[in-house]
T-cell receptor, first 115, second 116 residues
Framework: AQKVTQAQTEISVVEKEDVTLDCVYETRDTTYYLFWYKQPPSGELVFLIR??????QNEISGRYSWNFQKSTSSFNFTITASQVVDSAVYFCALSEPYNTDKLIFGTGTRLQVFP | DAMVIQNPRYQVTQFGKPVTLSCSQT?????MYWYQQKSSQAPKLLFH???????NEADTPDNFQSRRPNTSFCFLDIRSPGLGDAAMYLC???????????????FGPGTRLTVL
């Protein structure tokens, strides 16, 4: 069965600290997609990244970086030099095309960045 | 800018009084989704449309219905809201790609429903 685990319920850091949000997934399919979404207090889910199962190359976008490791079924997200505006709930999600097209969300990690 | 719009952003209804939430999109995506998100929980898929084909999740209560009159609009009807239906309702859209699987889901700002 598909499952996404975000073991960190809440993380608090001080501005400029680096922080890593963990995501571990389970799937029996060989073709799947992994996502990260950010949900600020306003409530909208903001798409951050999509990665397919055949592309293990890590990605960097500004202060954000993602580490995808199929060997450990992990897709971790690091924010470098965190800022107060990074405070939000972050969701990791999995989808299996050709199957349900449904997004399987983790329970989310609440990140609080203090000035 | 192409986007997903939800109205209203906040909705207050009374116990048992029908309510309709709306979603529109300018992305011209052929797939539209409705999610329910309760406080401190992950979003939960209620149903989705591939074009006009309706796909209901097995555990979605009958109290929840949906309509998609055209590509741009999708509605969520709650026939008799209960206190347990108070939640954020999120609409999302995606594009069915040429390879047969859907693309990234893009979400609207959500409608926060309060049931009195």
């Amino acid at each position: 069965a598909q499952k996404v685990t975000q073991a960190q319920t809440e993380i608090s850091v001080v501005e400029k600290e680096d922080v890593t949000l963990d995501c571990v997934y389970e799937t029996r399919d060989t073709t799947y997609y992994l996502f990260w979404y950010k949900q600020p207090p306003s409530g909208e889910l903001v798409f951050l990244i999509r990665r397919n199962s055949f592309d293990e190359q890590n990605e960097i976008s500004g202060r954000y970086s993602w580490n995808f490791q199929k060997s450990t079924s992990s897709f971790n997200f690091t924010i470098t030099a965190s800022q107060v505006v990074d405070s939000a709930v972050y969701f990791c999600a999995l989808s299996e095309p050709y199957n349900t097209d449904k997004l399987i969300f983790g329970t989310g990690t609440r990140l609080q960045v203090f000035p | 800018d192409a986007m997903v719009i939800q109205n209203p952003r906040y909705q207050v209804t009374q116990f048992g009084k029908p309510v309709t939430l709306s979603c529109s999109q300018t992305l011209n995506h052929n797939v539209m989704y409705w999610y329910q998100q309760k406080s401190s929980q992950a979003p939960k898929l209620l149903f989705h449309y591939y074009d006009k084909d309706f796909n209901n999740e097995a555990d979605t209560p009958d109290n929840f219905q949906s309509r998609r009159p055209n590509t741009s609009f999708c509605f969520l009807d709650i026939r008799s809201p209960g206190l347990g239906d108070a939640a954020m309702y999120l609409c999302a859209t995606s594009k069915l790609s040429g390879e047969g699987y859907t693309d990234t889901q893009y979400f609207g700002p959500g409608t926060r429903l309060t049931v009195l």
